[in-house]
């Protein structure tokens, strides 16, 4: 008769009565079916003792360790389960003699989130171990700790990896630094991906090559809108296909405070200019909550870098937390109008009351319609999706003269789902300097980093 063994606990120790059920239930290792622990690591040690034989039934094999102590924990090598279909380990290790397909081929998920350091896999490992998993449909990779130092990196890139194909892989996770995520990639090909959900560590610069490289050769991660989220530690795009609740890409760079964020998500979305440069949709917004209160505006110049790749943009959504921001950046120049910011923008609508989105805008909106680029602006409030339902709220359209009045834009636009972590440990994981800074000493860093990547042949 098929055994079930589930405990969850996340604060407290197993009684001693509930150790031995579970390590009675484990001795029968002919009849697991399904095992499912979350408990702190000194409970679980003994449990993974018990994994170092076959279990010839075991399907479902979830284990999650909810404190942290010196010794990792890690599955023995041992380990043999040839009909398991769902493999999940948090801070949990895998031994570097287990090969996956020895152990099980009938993998359709599997989960490897908050690697313990000692465990490491190595980018060319970890390929090897996913080459003879051919119904594999999820996979999800992420770390404790940035893994490799950058001390590492350098070893790390040059490795020869032989490619794999991931027939049928439907979901792909990502949580860790741009190197192994690039070497990564470089050796992977997932022709039916569906969703692609990748957070970075912070650092200056990102070369996101190899990334752009795979997006674009997956046909189902094309994109027609994008919502971009500042959050109080990190930044995130979000794209679609069309549907708000069918995401197929979200990239977050967990950093802080908002100048740093522009930057880096500036680089990722440059890196993906080929991929974006489908969005008919873009919303912008900045989650106020939390975010530190800054004396004066932000560069324009950060704005418009990070506006460059979005060229087929039909219609722009800015939340009210931005639009005094984005006002300015819109704005013509000592140079003249910025006509290279957005050139197909038709729609553009803004969370303000009817005449503040004039006195906002007024100046833009002219100057497009001079030079024959008319934007129709319309004020109200951006449309959520709540838990499938969908909240308008109408929205009203400012007139301006010589110009045209737009239908109100009801659609609604794609919520925020991610999760990522945040970590402090090391040079990719700092979220960078905290609060406000004089425009002078971020653009110093800005141009120190931008020599820096000149110098490695990045442009």
């Known amino acids: 008769m098929p055994l079930v063994i589930e405990c969850r606990n996340n604060t407290i120790a197993w009684v001693l009565h509930d150790k031995e059920n579970i390590f009675t239930g484990l001795q029968r290792n002919d009849c697991v079916r399904r095992i499912v622990l979350q408990a702190p690591s000194p409970s679980l040690r003994t449990c993974l003792v018990a994994l170092s034989e076959l279990f010839p039934q075991l399907e479902h094999l979830s284990i999650e360790s909810t404190t942290k102590e010196e010794a990792s924990l890690v599955l023995p090598g041992t380990f043999r389960a040839p009909n398991l279909r769902h493999l999940a380990f948090h801070d949990i290790g895998l031994p570097e003699q287990l090969s996956l397909p020895?152990?099980?081929?009938?993998?359709?998920?599997?989960?490897?989130?908050?690697?313990p350091a000692p465990y490491y896999l190595h980018p060319g490992h970890l390929v090897t171990q996913l080459q003879d998993l051919p119904y594999l449909e999820e996979l999800s990779i992420g770390f404790a700790v940035?893994?490799?130092r950058p001390s590492a990196e350098g070893k790390l890139l040059p490795a020869p990896i032989p490619r794999v194909t991931l027939p049928i892989l439907k979901r792909f996770t990502f949580r860790g630094v741009v190197v192994y995520l690039e070497n990564l990639v470089a050796q992977m090909y997932a022709p039916l991906l569906e969703q692609l959900d990748i957070t970075l560590l912070f650092q200056l610069a990102f070369t996101l090559v190899n990334l752009a490289q795979f997006v674009y050769t997956i046909e189902?991660?094309?994109?027609?809108?994008?919502?971009?989220?500042?959050?109080r530690s990190c930044a995130s795009i979000v794209t679609t296909n069309g549907e708000p609740r069918d995401r197929?890409?979200?990239?977050?760079?967990?950093?802080?405070p908002l100048d740093w964020q522009i930057d880096s998500i500036s680089q990722v979305c440059g890196a993906l200019a080929q991929v974006l440069s489908s969005i008919e949709e873009l919303t912008l917004d900045l989650e106020e909550a939390g975010i530190p209160f800054r004396e004066s505006a932000l560069d324009d110049t950060l704005w418009r870098e990070f506006l460059q790749p979005f060229r087929g943009v039909r219609r722009l959504h800015i939340g009210s937390a931005l639009t005094s921001e984005l006002s300015d950046a819109l704005k013509p120049d000592a140079g003249g109008l910025v006509m290279e910011l957005l050139p197909a923008l038709q729609d553009l609508e803004v969370q303000l009351e009817r005449d503040d989105a004039y006195n906002a805008f007024s100046t833009f909106i002219g100057a497009r319609e001079r030079a024959g680029r008319p934007v129709y602006l319309s004020a109200g409030h951006i449309a959520w999706i709540l838990e499938g339902t969908t909240t308008c709220v109408p929205t009203q359209t400012v007139l301006l003269e010589g110009l045209s009045p737009t239908v109100p834009s009801t659609s609604p636009v794609m919520p925020y789902r991610g999760q990522p972590g945040r970590d402090s440990d090391g040079t990719h994981g700092s979220k960078g300097p905290r609060g406000s800074r004089k425009h002078s000493d971020f653009a110093q860093s800005i141009a120190q980093k931008r020599k820096r990547r000149k110098r490695q042949g990045y442009r």
């Not at 020895?102 to 690697?115: E, F, G, Q, R």
């Not at 189902?220 to 959050?231: D, G, H, K, N």
């Not at 197929?248 to 802080?256: A, P």
């Open 146 to 148: 940035p893994m490799p």
């Open 220 to 231: 189902r991660l094309r994109c027609l809108s994008a919502r971009v989220l500042f959050r």
């Open 102 to 115: 020895a152990s099980t081929t009938a993998l359709v998920t599997l989960t490897l989130t908050h690697i």
């Open 248 to 256: 197929n890409l979200t990239i977050s760079v967990i950093c802080e």
